[in-house]
Nanobody, 121 residues
Framework: QVELAESGGGLVQAGGSLRLSCTPSGRTVSRSAMGWCRQAPGKEREFVAGISASGYGIEYADSVKDRFTISRDNAMNTVYLQMNSLKPEDTAVYYC??????????????WGQGTQVTVSA
């Protein structure tokens, strides 16, 4: 089975940037969609971004469109989330996920442990 290790979280000021990385281990995920979800304190977990196995099918939550960019490097078996123009409301634990299918969908098989992103005003 695959395990996911997220990294790149931290504390930044509003307007700053972070780049999250997700490195799977155990098997390749090149045939699976991947993505990122987040959960803020007191709120439910929400979808942030997803990318298909091909890399050409991409979806974003409305709240992060034009600010976040998801990408993947199948040669390194890694998915990234570039986060620009960060806002305090982006503060959350960010989780890497492996999709059930090659295309982006609400169905996921594996979740990582998460990495904390904190954006100060």
């Amino acid at each position: 089975q695959v395990e996911l290790a997220e990294s790149g979280g931290g504390l930044v000021q509003a307007g700053g940037s972070l780049r999250l990385s997700c490195t799977p281990s155990g098997r390749t995920v090149s045939r699976s969609a991947m993505g990122w979800c987040r959960q803020a304190p007191g709120k439910e977990r929400e979808f942030v971004a997803g990318i298909s196995a091909s890399g050409y099918g991409i979806e974003y939550a409305d709240s992060v469109k034009d600010r976040f960019t998801i990408s993947r490097d199948n040669a390194m078996n890694t998915v990234y989330l570039q986060m620009n123009s960060l806002k305090p409301e982006d503060t959350a634990v960010y989780y890497c996920v492996v999709g059930t299918y090659a295309f982006v969908s609400p169905n996921y098989d594996v979740w990582g442990q998460g990495t904390q992103v904190t954006v100060s005003a």
